[in-house]
């Protein structure tokens, strides 16, 4: 079993950067991060693979940077250039034996 907990998150006015973690419980593969604005479904943002390709939903590319540390079990998503359409639940999710594991979720709140 893998469990996810998420931090970083927090309000921030428009332009302005915050810098997510996901501290995993055990080694991770895959790690993607996904967010939730309140009323909208669950959405991709972004993924990293143990090697550290990436990949991002058209609406970030070019703002969030995701990165990991194999060493620490830690994912990170810097978000640059934040707007109030990226208010939302962020969550990072990762898979095991194709079992889904889910954080909690940190709230990240832009202001305009």
């Known amino acids: 079993q893998v469990q996810l907990v998420e931090s970083g998150g927090g309000l921030v006015q428009a332009g302005g950067s915050l810098r997510l973690s996901c501290a995993a419980s055990?080694?991770?593969?895959?790690m993607r991060w996904y967010r939730q604005a309140p009323g909208n479904q669950r959405e991709f943002v972004a993924g990293?693979?143990?090697?550290?390709?990436?990949n991002y939903a058209d609406s970030v590319k070019g703002r969030f940077t995701a990165s990991r540390d194999n060493a620490l079990n830690t994912a990170y998503l810097q978000m640059n250039s934040l707007k109030p359409e990226d208010t939302a639940v962020y969550y990072c999710?990762?898979?095991?034996?194709?079992?889904?594991?889910w954080g909690k979720g940190t709230l990240v709140t832009v202001s305009s």
């Open positions: 999710n990762t898979q095991r034996f194709g079992i889904d594991y």
């Open positions: 055990g080694s991770i593969f895959n």
């Open positions: 990293i693979t143990r090697g550290g390709s990436t």
